[in-house]
């Protein structure tokens, strides 16, 4: 990027290794604001900057952020301004990439940790290594940290160079892609990971141990049957107990302001919202316009939607959906195995957020969600580490399939889960509508790039170290899916996750106990053993209900006991009970009008999860990190449940968008009040493109990156 003439013509634009040392001169402190370099060298108007820094005094975001998340500014021409004002030479890494060797030698911790990547050797000096960053202020604050940070030799010097956004993340993009695969599959430590379930000993093991049960059927029948009747018995009525408890709890009252005010003037954090899709076309324009409507500035907002590298049309539906800039792309690299925990992993390393969320491509959140989990955050001690919100079904009345979904997780997230968690049981978490801190995240080592349900073990692991995971009073809209096929796919493969989960946490029972104590100990096997047991054991409920009258009447059918089979069907009978009765419970508690003859329709449906089950049990021997797609985006939605107040009821909270406009408008309305009803052209393009206004040609151009962080405005 050739740098410009006139006041600023100190800045220097690096074009390779020779042009380096005129470059270097002492460092000395800024002695020109921001905005008055970029309206100097073009990159901003004045109103642009002067809203920008009305902003900022709301919010505390930096100055520059403020720019190119509301698409006043380029993050190349904040790059120019950044090391203007810093007085560090700039760098253009699209144009010229780092040295290969010096990014061999680095490690992704301390890329990601500082935002920076090792650029050049100075060719005068090779001890002096440029580090280029978007944020050069806090490399010059602490060279010496950064040299520790890089594991730079002893006498190394690091010198500083400036670039934009989209560069820093290109120039990780350039790492190579086995790297890039290999760090995202193998975040979590091995001990407390699944990838060695996919061994070929492991399979084996788990194929004899599942064929175990059979085998003893066909050696001793009565003594096997006996024994398997005897144990379906203590795990549902284990199960059962769960919802027994909830039953009987008091729901938690809630907060009377769950929110600050739209648009308050608290600091809120930057929050990082990672966004899986794969072969999703259909679903990406609704969520673009979904995430438009959070109600959260702008500035303090950074999406990420993690594509696959091999799927073309999902990325040309985001971009045929005109995101905003605070959106970006990630590809993942090619990499075994094609999880979503996989993507996650990898975009992790682009977040800029103290603060991590998770959506999928389905997901329509209340626009004050955000906000919620923020304050939440805040009110909470350390120790809480995550945040999940409830998930609602909006599209309830596209069938009997549906209807059922729906129920169920309105007596999930509404009974369930919060008796689990009150328990002191470890929370699977669902995989979306969470939210976490990110220190701790990355602390854990991330998601399992190897389990198919890298929510529930995620919500394990978090219990073992020690934090807390909490349900916040915010709903989340989300899609069911309507085909038993797909339901059966996307049933099967949390099945099979909550199979790996335990087996992967059960390699050393003893410190399990240590870990979760005898409360969070006997809360994981019952949910996570109870759950398949449930289903699995079925076809056992089935075989009292038909063998029953044949040894009431003497035959002598399996051997089996009649006083067994008789409590095992009354004990069924009573189940089916405890479930419609708590099914009513989450209804009433999820805001539906409950009856006994809404509920009766899950009992037809509680037997598909048992073929389900079973063909989660042969996955887990054939191919135990498949993960079996399901396809979101068949259309517009219909509402099942009453809308929450920050969803369009009365006193809903407006977006950041809108609260934006109406402030610019004003302002406007000002300036051509005082200027006699004249403004020009520039001026009122810069008001509209602020306030969200304008056509996206009208817009600067941008990449779409976050911005560099800097001190002072």
Known sequence: MAPRSGPSARRVALRGAAALAPSIRPRRPPTERLGALLVRDGGASELSVAVALRRQRRFGAPLGEILVA?????????ARAVAAQQDVPLVDLARDPPDPELMAEASVEAMVAWRAVPWRRDPSDPR?????????????????????????????????????????DA????????RRADRAA?????????????????????????LAAPAAVVAAPGLALAALFLAALTLNAANMS???????????????????PAGGTALLPCVTLLIPLYKEPKAAPGLIDALRRLDYPAERLDVILAVEADDPETCEAIAAADPPPWLRVIPAPPGAPRTKPRALNHA???????????????????????????????????RVACLQARLRITNGRRGWLARCFAMEYATWFHLVLPALARLGAPIPLAGTSLFLRRR??????????WNVTEDADLGVRLARAGYETRMFDSDTGEEAVTRLQAWLRQRSRWQKGYFQTWLTHMRDPIRLWGDLGWRGFLGMQIHFVGAGAAFLSQPLFWTALLAWPLVSSGAPLLNAPGWLLLTLLGF?????????????????RAGWRASVWKALPLLGYWPLATLAAFKALVESVAAPAFWDKTGHGAGPAVDEAPPSRAEGGRGAARPARSVAARELALRLAKLRARQGGALGPAAERAVAGEAGLTSPSRRPPSSGADAPRRSGS
Do not use: N
Request: hydrophobic content about 50%.
């Open 348 to 382: 992790l390393d682009f977040a800029r957020g103290t603060i991590v969320g998770v959506y999928d491509a389905e997901d329509r959140p209340e626009p004050q969600q955000l906000r919620k989990a923020v304050e939440a955050f805040a009110r909470a001690p350390p």
């Open 171 to 178: 120039a990780l993009l350039s790492l190579p892609a086995a």
């Open 128 to 168: 002096r290594i440029f580090l280029a960053a978007p944020d050069p202020a806090r490399l010059l604050r602490d060279p010496e940290a950064a040299r520790r940070a890089f594991d730079l030799p002893r006498d190394a010097q690091v010198a500083v160079a400036a670039c934009s956004a989209p560069g820093f």
């Open 70 to 78: 509301h698409g006043l500014t380029s993050p190349e021409a904040l």
């Open 440 to 449: 701790v995240l990355e602390r854990l080592g991330a998601w399992d790039a």
């Open 186 to 210: 193998r975040r979590t430590p091995a001990p407390l990971s699944a990838r060695g379930l996919s061994g070929g000993g492991a399979r084996l093991g788990v194929l004899l141990a599942l």
């Open 242 to 260: 769960v919802r027994i408890a909830a039953l009987l709890m008091r729901p938690e009252r809630r907060a009377r302001r769950q929110t600050p």
């Open 572 to 588: 069924m009978h009573a189940g089916q009970g405890i479930l419609v009765a708590s099914v009513m419970a989450g209804l009433r």
